[in-house]
């Protein structure tokens, strides 16, 4: 039994530390709160995590027999540890493909904007025309404004291709702005929790509590919510100087 536990101990502290570093780089550069929120990671995660650290661990206790021959026993190490770095390929590529560039703002929303929202032929084209808010592949989320073209006819162009499915302007970085450029529209676009339409009155009661708890009022026009595909949090603002107080989740 003290054989199986030495090659369990071994091989779970193997796994926790790959998977450590992997999570860890993709948390710390992209997916810091609100980002793991909105692009709706954790079912991903819960797959790494259940073949890294359970599976993969728990299959080397069972296999690891003191009795089998040593080809034998490293053979069937080497096959478990080759799923778990299946999983944790799988996973790395899926976090990366989906990693947040941008919280933008356009028009009258926050949105984020993914990785997997960009066209290639939109960031070669922003990489040539809008460089410094191109996205590259050491690119870190940004906050930026995401304005219509002033041109009123491709304005209208992408405003119809967006109904009908096609790319918005979050997804044309060529068009994005500074983010404090954009701050005199974001500030008309504020409103009170009450005036809004996106959250339940349980989700509206549990913000009002969360931005109680903070010390932060509920009765001004001073909120936005951020969209990240189903999933949505309220950005609560200072009033004098625009900069974000709190990104709270209504669930």
Do not use: C
């Amino acid at each position: 039994m003290r054989f199986r536990l030495q090659a369990f101990g071994l091989h779970l502290t193997g796994s926790a530390t790959a998977l450590t570093l992997v999570l860890g780089a993709m948390w710390l550069g992209w997916y810091r709160w609100p980002g793991w929120y909105l692009a709706s990671v954790l079912h991903i995660v819960g797959i790494v995590v259940l073949v890294d650290l359970v599976l993969g661990p728990t299959l080397t206790l069972i296999v690891a027999n003191p009795a089998k021959r040593r080809v034998e026993l490293a053979r069937d190490i080497a096959i478990i540890v080759a799923v778990q770095l299946t999983a944790l390929v799988y996973g790395g590529v899926t976090l990366w493909g989906g990693r947040p560039l941008y919280y933008t703002f356009s028009v009258d929303r926050l949105e984020l904007v993914q990785a997997s929202d960009l066209k290639t032929n939109d960031i070669d084209q922003a990489r040539r025309e809008n460089p410094a808010l191109a996205p590259w592949w050491y690119s870190r989320p940004r906050w930026i404004w995401a304005p219509l073209p002033a041109d009123p006819a491709e304005a209208q162009k992408i405003v119809t291709g967006a109904v009908l499915g096609g790319t918005d302007v979050i997804q044309m970085p060529r068009y994005f702005r500074p983010w404090a450029q954009g701050l005199t529209q974001l500030r008309a676009q504020l409103k009170r929790i009450d005036d809004m339409s996106y959250f339940t009155r349980t989700e509206e009661s549990t913000l009002k509590s969360r931005l109680a708890q903070r010390g932060l009022p509920a009765d001004q026009a001073n909120t936005m919510v951020l969209w990240g595909g189903s999933r949505r949090v309220l950005a609560v603002f200072d009033l004098e100087t625009l900069r974000i107080r709190a990104l709270i989740n209504p669930d």
